[in-house]
């Protein structure tokens, strides 16, 4: 049977990857950043890497629309690196699904192709923009600043999030992204949580985030944007 691009498929839906649907969530292989603290690392698998057969996915898909799935998250890992997102889109439109591109903004020429395909983005801001080379192992930061302002602009529906870990993040650093997002409807944090299969030993060890370092980080966000959303239970 025919490969596709999607590496990995959530068994069960979700209630909390797209807002206002219940969400299948769909994982293409490979990542152009390095994050130490990634949850999906062993889910998106490696660029290259086989994906399922489409038979396999088709009928996944239609289990999920026979149960009152609306909503089809497309996640990695960086969707953007396959040029075959394209096609994964097309086909999860055909299903009947309304689509979520989960992105960390690092290809712009690419997402400003899929913003008109997509229901609603999600892009990462992990950092002050100065922090991203150390913590991420990216520095092109004129494109992440590009797929800012093209989300910002001409995304039907988005968000920006930063999962906060208080051993790097810092309120200095959260002005910055602030003022890196100027303007946006909505900017989540989330709370960075402690797994054993992180990438990185050193954050299997680090403390969950406090709540109330969340609510003070939200405060500085406030003047920037529309709305701060805190997500979990805080």
């Not at 075959?84 to 690092?106: C, M, P, Q, Y």
């Not at 959260?174 to 890196?180: D, L």
Request: glycine residues 10%; hydrophobic residues 45%; neutral net charge.
């Amino acid at each position: 049977m025919t490969p596709s691009p999607v590496h990995g498929i959530l068994q069960n839906a979700s209630m909390v990857d797209f807002p206002g649907k219940l969400a299948a969530v769909f994982f293409l292989a490979g990542c152009n950043f390095r994050c130490g603290f990634c949850h999906n690392a062993a889910l998106m698998g490696r660029a290259g890497a086989a994906g399922l057969p489409w038979g396999d996915v088709e009928r996944t898909c239609r289990k999920f629309r026979d149960n009152w799935v609306d909503g089809a998250v497309v996640t990695g890992g960086e969707p953007t690196l396959n040029p075959a997102v394209f096609h994964v889109v097309e086909k999860l439109r055909e299903w009947g699904f309304s689509i979520k591109l989960d992105t960390n903004g690092s290809r712009p020429q690419v997402l400003e192709k899929l913003l008109p395909l997509v229901d609603y983005v999600a892009m990462d801001v992990k950092f002050a923009p100065a922090d991203y080379p150390g913590r991420a192992g990216f520095g092109d930061i004129d494109a992440l600043t590009e797929s800012i302002r093209l989300i910002r602009e001409r995304a039907a529906g988005y968000e920006f999030r930063t999962t906060v870990i208080e051993a790097w993040h810092d309120a200095a650093g959260m002005r910055a992204i602030g003022e890196w997002v100027r303007g946006a409807k909505l900017h989540v944090l989330q709370a960075f949580v402690p797994r054993d299969e992180l990438p990185d030993p050193a954050c299997r060890g680090m403390a969950e985030t406090r709540a109330e370092i969340l609510h003070a980080y939200a405060d500085l966000l406030r003047p920037c944007v529309g709305r701060v959303e805190i997500r979990g239970e805080f």
